[in-house]
């Protein structure tokens, strides 16, 4: 199982929301670059990157960050946030992301996002499965639907896409363990490759995780107030 730690960035930053609520924001550091730099010195192969200024616009905000990280380490860096149309989707691969994640796009325009998956293959479109009481949360966030997040991935599966991050957003930042019930019945009715994210706290979480099935785990506050050691995250891997 891939553990990836989360870079989050608003206004050029590296910080930490709580269930989504921009309100509740925590910054980390002030140098993106830096951090990235920490984690492969640290062993770490990947990076979710996510722009949250540009999920609450209409495009791509801080590619600038993006190109910096992928032109200065060796991460291989999925990258979301702002990817509205082909314009974002261009200018994410031509920054040096290796794959891009696709949330509101896949609700809003599903046609676009089913063109990526055949234009781009599967293996570098990743779909964004974000959910509150098991219903798809779009705009970074910002707004609701009605879709259920299992009919939403066995749509998507049927449209061969291969990989699915899905964040149960009451459990992002809060560090009080992941919805482990909910990606295992995401496993088990859709067989996709699940990158579990949201409310990771301890090895024990990311070891039931791993038995369950998932293909990764992203790992953001918990790494970042030291909660998960990163010596004893890497013994574990």
């Keep these: 199982m891939r553990i990836i730690p989360a870079l989050d960035i608003i ?28 984690f492969e010195d640290n062993g770490f192969e990947y990076l979710h990157l996510v722009d949250l200024d540009g999920a609450k616009s209409n495009h791509i905000v801080n590619y600038k960050i993006l190109f910096e990280i992928a032109t200065q380490t060796k991460l291989k860096i999925d990258f979301g946030g702002g990817i509205k149309g082909n314009k974002d989707v261009c200018i994410a691969f031509n920054n040096g992301a290796n794959q891009i994640t696709g949330g509101s796009i896949s609700i809003k325009h599903p046609e676009i996002f089913v063109e ?7 293996d570098k479109i990743i779909l964004g499965a974000d959910c509150i009481n098991r219903k798809i949360a779009t705009n970074g966030w910002q707004q609701r639907s009605n879709i259920d997040v299992i009919d939403f991935i066995k749509r998507y599966k049927e449209k061969n896409i291969q990989y699915v991050i899905c964040t149960d957003i009451s459990k ?16 088990g009715k859709t067989q996709v ?13 990311i070891k039931i995780l791993k038995e369950i099935g998932c293909e990764g785990v992203i790992i953001g506050k918990a790494l ?12 574990l891997c």
Excluded: H
């Design 116 to 122: 990526w998956i055949n234009r781009y293959g599967a």
């Design 11 to 38: 206004n050029g930053k590296c910080v930490r929301l709580s269930q989504g609520n921009y309100a509740q924001m925590k910054t980390y550091n002030e140098n993106p670059l830096e951090v990235s730099k920490a």
């Design 224 to 235: 970042y107030e030291g909660k998960i050691k990163i010596n004893e995250l890497i013994k």
């Design 172 to 187: 992002d930042g809060m560090m009080q363990g992941p919805e482990i019930e909910l990606y295992q019945e995401i496993k």
């Design 193 to 205: 490759n699940l990158i579990a994210s949201g409310g990771i706290s301890s090895l024990n979480d």
